[in-house]
């Protein structure tokens, strides 16, 4: 693709989703730290489509949201969990947002100092009792009400059932 195509963009957005509906096409395209992306969220967005264009097997995302708002963030989870669907890759993400974790993770191992402590599901992670999983996840308060909260409500359904 040739640098002086007209791309259908205002601040970058568009031109961003048409990479990664169609990267291959997008394979020569000279991407660059200038125009459109002037911020993180589009720089992160950047980085996927550039990630896809050679239609990989996998998809390696080394924390995704760093520096990004808590908005930001929620749209560039939902965008890699959309891709992964889409393309049908397998997607890693080394991440320490738990809203990450929580939202996107279908498979989660945690690591503590690069040894395996625990893997289970998202679902799983209020159940365990693993301390070192327990203490980084629901370090704070909200988190340790959130579990205890989240295992009141599946103890009552079970009553329901």
């Given at each position: ?5 007209k791309?259908?963009?205002d601040?970058?957005s ?12 997008f ?9 459109p992306?002037?911020n ?11 990630a896809?264009?050679l239609?990989?097997k ?6 995704p ?7 930001t ?9 959309d ?12 991440t320490?947002?738990?809203?990450t ?17 625990w ?7 209020f ?12 370090a704070?308060?909200f ?17 329901k059932?």
């Amino acid at each position: 693709m040739s640098q002086s195509c007209k791309l259908p963009v205002d601040d970058g957005s568009a031109f961003i989703l048409l990479v990664l509906r169609n990267p291959v096409q997008f394979r020569d395209f000279p991407f660059t730290s200038g125009w459109p992306f002037h911020n993180f969220g589009m720089k992160k967005r950047v980085a996927l489509a550039r990630a896809l264009v050679l239609n990989p097997k996998y998809l390696f995302c080394d924390e995704p949201n760093s520096g990004l708002d808590p908005q930001t963030s929620l749209v560039i989870d939902q965008l890699i969990k959309d891709l992964t669907q889409e393309h049908n890759i397998t997607t890693v993400i080394n991440t320490h947002d738990m809203n990450t974790v929580m939202e996107g993770g279908d498979n989660i191992i945690y690591m503590n100092q690069g040894v395996k402590e625990w893997e289970g599901s998202k679902e799983d992670i209020f159940y365990s009792d693993n301390e070192l999983l327990n203490n980084f996840i629901f370090a704070s308060k909200f988190f340790q009400d959130a579990k205890r909260q989240r295992i009141t409500d599946n103890e009552e359904a079970k009553k329901k059932a």
